[in-house]
């Protein structure tokens, strides 16, 4: 069966320190992954997604990077974070175009 | 562009009474999924409804999906406290897509 884990859990950084989240999929090859954020009470806001390795495509204009530098592998990154990027994390994989997508357990980031 | 519209927002209801979520979206597409949301806690895919007049039943939700009328309801029988939680939509634009687009959620309390 498929699995996929997010790390870290819960974060704490400072304004302008860097960031690095990671998703890893198991039991499954050449998934299509995605980044969500999720501000507090509010809906999800799909960040990045990504088709294969070193295929990106971002949806929203912001100081967040994302990387696939393995099949299931999906990173998300920042150089300087913001108090705005402040929020709940979620990755998600899914097998094929427009097919169910299945989530994480989700990185819950403070940025103070 | 695909846009998914839940209503209410926000729902509060007594237990053991019945009500419906419903989401309506933009352009056509035949595939529509619903998730469960704890606080706190990631996305739980709750079903997947992949054809017109497609029904699913769960306990005491029950999905169903008009790709004619571009809606999909979900229905709450004899609502319990264990049934509080956020509850999404997400629709992929007919034809597949790499992402859904999801709505943004409608939070159900259901009182003792």
């Known amino acids: 069966s498929q699995t996929i884990h997010q790390w870290p859990a819960t974060l704490v950084q400072p304004v302008g320190s860097p960031l690095s989240l990671e998703c890893t999929v198991e039991g499954t090859s050449n998934p299509n992954l995605y980044w969500y954020r999720q501000a507090a009470g509010r809906g999800l806001q799909l960040l990045f997604y990504?088709?294969?390795?070193?295929?990106i495509s971002s949806e929203v204009p912001q100081n967040l990077s994302a990387s696939r530098p393995q099949d299931r592998q999906f990173i998300l990154s920042s150089k300087k974070l913001l108090l705005s990027d402040s929020g709940f994390y979620l990755c998600a994989w899914s097998k094929g175009l427009g097919d169910e997508q299945y989530f994480g357990p989700g990185t819950r980031l403070t940025v103070t | 562009e695909l846009k998914v519209e839940q209503n209410p927002l926000f729902l509060s209801m007594q237990e053991g009474k019945n009500y419906t979520i419903y989401c309506n979206y933009s352009t056509t597409s035949d595939r529509l999924y619903w998730y469960r949301q704890d606080p706190g806690k990631s996305l739980e895919s709750l079903f997947v409804?992949?054809?017109?007049?497609a029904v699913k039943q769960e306990g005491r939700l029950m999905a169903s999906l008009d790709t004619k009328a571009r809606l999909s309801t979900l229905h709450i029988t004899a609502a319990v406290h264990d049934l509080s939680a956020t509850y999404f939509c997400a629709v992929d634009i007919q034809g597949g897509s790499e992402k859904l687009v999801f709505g943004k959620g409608t939070k159900l309390t259901v009182n003792p």
């Open positions: 409804l992949l054809s017109n007049g």
């Open positions: 990504s088709i294969g390795i070193d295929q």
